[in-house]
């Protein structure tokens, strides 16, 4: 099977095919750091104890990830919530989910989905 040839970085370091510079690894990690110093923590965000207090009782009731069936440890937004309160309490928008759906495919479903625009 043929294997695709290593290529340059901009920097002039050779990479090999699927490999990754460590300079672009350090710039991603530098673009993921100023994001985050804009992201509100995660109490502002709507997950304070009343939360945990909604998401642990939600997780008796609905023991199986809506995706797999495994067991359920998350609950998540169906609708991303994006700092909407009212959508965010709305317990028809919750899913229970086990952590490998949560971090593989439903973070892959939301990126195919468009991001609305509030007015």
Same mark, same amino acid.
């Given at each position: ?12 370091? @050779?990479?090999?095919?699927? #490999? ?5 690894? /350090?710039?991603?990690?530098? !673009?993921?750091? &100023? ?8 109490? @502002?965000?709507?997950?304070? #104890? ?5 998401? /642990?009782?939600?997780?008796? !009731?609905?023991? &199986? ?25 709305? !317990? ?28």
């Amino acid at each position: 099977m043929p294997v695709r040839a290593p290529r340059l970085c901009s920097c002039g370091n @050779r990479v090999p095919s699927g #490999g990754r510079c460590p300079c672009e690894v /350090k710039r991603t990690s530098e !673009r993921k750091a &100023r994001f985050d110093k804009t992201r509100p923590n995660s109490s @502002r965000r709507g997950y304070t #104890g009343a939360w945990e207090k909604a998401r /642990k009782a939600f997780l008796l !009731r609905h023991r &199986r990830c809506a995706f797999c069936g495994d067991h359920a440890d998350l609950v998540d937004h169906k609708i991303p919530h994006r700092g909407d309160q009212s959508l965010f309490w709305d !317990r028809d928008n919750w899913q229970p989910l086990c952590t490998p759906c949560h971090s593989g495919a439903k973070q892959r479903q939301e990126r195919r989905q468009p991001h609305e625009v509030k007015q």
